[in-house]
């Protein structure tokens, strides 16, 4: 496990990059299958990383809690190297209801993990739905952490991701900085 803090090259206002990925529920998902929804937060995860883990019950709240918000998790690790990360084992978290996510998607190819820049699990995207004459029917408002409590064993004292989603869906300016993601970085294949 290597600690590595989240950099990606993404800005505030650039168009969330598309996807067409398959998910647990054996569809094929994309972007415009959340136009539906106000806010999306696009977060890569993974199954076997304790960074990831220890933020899996607040995705499970942002994912249930607001009914605005789709929150999109896409895993893009090594599967061979990382067994617990296969799409059997996300399929099987699913089906015994312990993550309770609008949707989890493989990212076999790594390519969506590339164009967002992700680096680590996890690494949360929130994106605010666009007008359809957009580029990308989503648009990168806020690239941070999920709360502020940087390692797997400590509670969090401030939902930080909480409080920049209902401010998107109230359309009022997220009331928190921005400070990388920390966690395992992505296990890249052939690297």
Known sequence: MALVKSDSELAVGDPAPSFSLPATNGKEHGLSDYTDYQALLVVFTCNHCPY?????????????????????????NDATEYPEDSFSRMKERVANDELRYTAYLRDETQEVAKSYGAVCTPDPFLCRRQEVSRASPFE??????????TSPNESPSRYEMREAVEAVLSDEPIPVEQKPSRGCSIKWVDQ
């Open 140 to 149: 990168i408002v806020f690239h941070s952490r999920i709360d502020d409590a």
């Open 52 to 76: 990831a883990k220890a933020k899996e019950d607040e995705l499970n709240y942002l994912s249930t809690h607001y009914s605005d918000l789709a929150v999109v998790a896409v895993n893009p």
